[in-house]
């Protein structure tokens, strides 16, 4: 086979190097562990990238899709946690990073009737690697029904409720369940989401709600302070976002802090 150009090894004059560049939005099975079922299958959304020096014009695409294929038919956590030091040395690289983004299913019953249903939550796993450090963060994006406390103090009849979208990253000192910070966050909320309610679950949960009232401040203070408080958690970021009902905006808030758990 003759020799052909190598364009992305030219010198580029610009004198501009890149933060990230690589592939994104690359669809893969994957493979993980399950606290409910001990093995669930789903199909993983991946991005994985690394810098670029200044002199370099290009990186090589193929090599990340090989470092991706190269762990086989299906991914699972190992296999990603393995990956960023596998692209520094592939691409000669000083930082590498990869994200996965997957649905996650977890089998709900109904608090009443016990009729079982899916529910399905985000997850994404971020590494990073920068030479001989690697940064692991595991998110989970936990739907929930939060109600109003101060719609509650001044109606007559009833008070407005809303579903709302937590976002919830720890970095920890050893591996987390994703079932372990689902629970930590639906604990905090006016009540959890269920996929399957007949008419006696939906009177327990709305009066659950009814009785458990949070603002999204509440929402976000009380997961802080059960992050705050688990052994295994080092750092955490908690968003929350109200779909509101009865406003033309949503309710937003963040809390970001380390634990001092080295």
Known sequence: MPTLKDTQN??????????????KDVRFPLR???????????????????????????????????????????????GIAAMPRELLARLHAR???????FPYFRAKRAPVSKAEGLVDYGVIFEVNAEEE??????????????????????????????RGMVTFSVRFHQPVWIEDLIELVEACASSELYSLLKRPDEKAVTERAYDNPVFVEDLVRSIAQKASA?????????????????????????IERTTGKE
């Open 10 to 23: 030219e010198r580029d004059e610009r004198c501009i190097a890149i933060d990230r560049v690589g592939v």
């Open 133 to 162: 450090s690697i940064d692991y963060v595991v998110t989970v994006e936990v739907p929930v029904t939060t109600l109003c406390p101060c719609s509650k103090a001044i109606s007559e009849r009833g008070a407005h409720n809303q």
């Open 230 to 254: 688990h052994e295994l958690i080092k750092w955490f970021r908690v968003e929350a976002v109200n779909f509101e009902s009865i406003h033309n905006h949503n309710a937003w808030a963040v």
């Open 32 to 78: 993980i562990r399950d606290r409910d079922q001990a093995t669930q299958h789903t199909v993983a959304t991946v991005n994985m990238a690394v810098d670029l020096p200044h002199h370099y014009k290009g990186t090589h695409m193929s090599r990340f899709i090989e470092v991706l294929h190269a762990h086989g038919r299906e991914l699972t956590v190992a």
């Open 95 to 101: 930082k590498a990073h990869v994200e996965m983004r």
